[in-house]
Each structure stands twice: as structure tokens, then as C-alpha cells.
């Protein structure tokens, strides 16, 4: 199974599995979020190298939960993300 499925399998399958679909399991307006914005590419990172990745950012239920200063003050404003999969 590729790592595309897998986080599908994991997002909007498990909205789906618990009915809430509406609600979460894909990035949409009007749904709550919860991402982690890593400080490497996400789909470049080695299996094993995954677990030591830095996290640069988290969003929580539509909220910032926190975010690593250097990530802010780069950007002067909370990055935007946009996430391209393809299923």
C-alpha cells in the first residue's frame, strides 16, 4: 500500500468508519483540521528517518496548538499549507 492510501486509509476512512465525514478527514472548508507541518518534505523522508523529523507546526481542531519560532519569524506570518496528494 503506498503512503498516499495509508493517510487516506487513516483521515477521511476513519471519518468515514465513525460517521463524521462531514466533518473531518479531508482539508475543506468548514472542517476542523488537525495538521503537522514537518520541517521536511513529507513524501521524501526515508521510512526510518521519519520518527526524527521536526515538527515545525501544529493546528488542532482548526486552532494553533504550536509552532517552532524559527517557522513564524521566516515568514513574518503563519505558513500557509497546501497539500497535493493524489489518491
Known sequence: MTLSKVIKAYTSGSAYGTLREIELGTLEEGKLADIVVLEQKF?????EDIQNTGVELTIADGRLQGSSTSIIEKNRRAPVLFLSMNY
Open 43 to 47: 513524501f521524501e523522508i526515508l521510512a
